[in-house]
């Protein structure tokens, strides 16, 4: 279950500048020092060739007491913040040093749906884009993949996050209505007569009179009907022959 320890999740943005071969040198020498064996300095080294080229994505399991000491430093010293995650059952928490900077709670899908997604996510302001969120997302994948699951958008997304999963795993939103704005002020035939579009949220559009204040809620089937959206477009992780299934069924 997702209560039981797991791995600690490392994560540093790239560089702004590389560091000097003596201070390379000088965090090597740190790695050579610990007890542990040739193998995981050896992968700690290549991770520490990473940080100072590409950044740090990296999960503490099974390598040894003191790699997060190392790192954390090596980022400091850098001016690259660490963000380090860690696990209290479906609890994340993040933190720069020894300031929280974040905190997160996972929920499970339907049983047997082999599904986990975020219960919700808050990122301190002081620490926004310094990659708290996405060192989340990349520890809850390996929760997930521990459990035979998979992360996956929750269901009632927000706005920020629907930006942060284009960035982070579009093929995951992309039958999100939200990437089609412009259906935003689109005429559009009501059941009390014509409408228009006036807002686009994750699997509905909202649409209002033209003589009246009503609002009406138009679900993707709708907009297929309507002309306004393909099959493929409104059921993207579906195939269009189970997308027109499940409309036929549910009619």
């Known amino acids: 279950m997702l209560n039981e320890i797991t791995p600690q999740f490392l994560l540093m943005k790239r560089l702004r500048a590389r560091p000097s071969p003596e201070i390379l040198a000088s965090y090597a020498g740190a790695i050579d020092a610990m007890e542990t064996s040739a193998v995981a300095k050896g992968f700690l080294h290549q991770c520490l060739r990473n940080a100072a080229a590409f950044g740090l994505q990296m999960s503490l399991r099974n390598l040894?007491?003191?790699?997060?000491?190392?790192?954390?430093?090596?980022?400091?010293?850098?001016?690259?913040?660490?963000?380090v995650v860690s696990s209290q059952g479906r609890r994340l928490l993040a933190h720069i040093g020894?300031?929280?900077v974040g905190e997160a709670r996972l929920l499970l899908g339907e049983p047997g749906n082999?599904?986990?997604?975020?219960?919700?996510?808050?990122?301190?302001?002081?620490?926004?884009?310094?990659?708290?969120?996405?060192?989340?997302?990349?520890?809850?994948?390996?929760?997930?993949?521990?459990?035979?699951?998979?992360l996956v958008p929750g269901p009632h997304l927000s706005n920020q996050g629907f930006e942060f999963w284009k960035g982070f795993c579009p093929d995951l939103v992309a039958d999100d209505l939200r990437n089609h704005q412009?259906?935003?002020?689109?005429?559009?035939?009501?059941?009390?007569?014509?409408?228009?579009?006036?807002?686009?949220?994750q699997n509905f559009v909202v649409a209002a009179h033209i003589d009246s204040p009503e609002r009406v809620h138009l679900d993707r089937r709708h907009l297929i009907e309507a002309g306004m959206l393909k099959v493929a477009e409104a059921y993207a992780d579906q195939a269009p022959e189970e997308a027109v299934a499940g409309m036929s069924m549910s009619a």
């Open 114 to 150: 082999g599904r986990v997604h975020f219960h919700y996510v808050h990122v301190e302001p002081h620490a926004l884009n310094l990659g708290v969120a996405t060192a989340f997302h990349r520890h809850a994948q390996l929760l997930a993949k521990f459990q035979n699951a998979v």
């Open 64 to 83: 040894p007491t003191g790699t997060i000491d190392i790192f954390r430093d090596f980022a400091e010293r850098m001016g690259g913040p660490l963000v």
């Open 98 to 100: 020894e300031r929280k």
């Open 182 to 201: 412009h259906l935003v002020g689109q005429p559009v035939s009501l059941p009390a007569g014509a409408g228009t579009i006036t807002s686009v949220h």
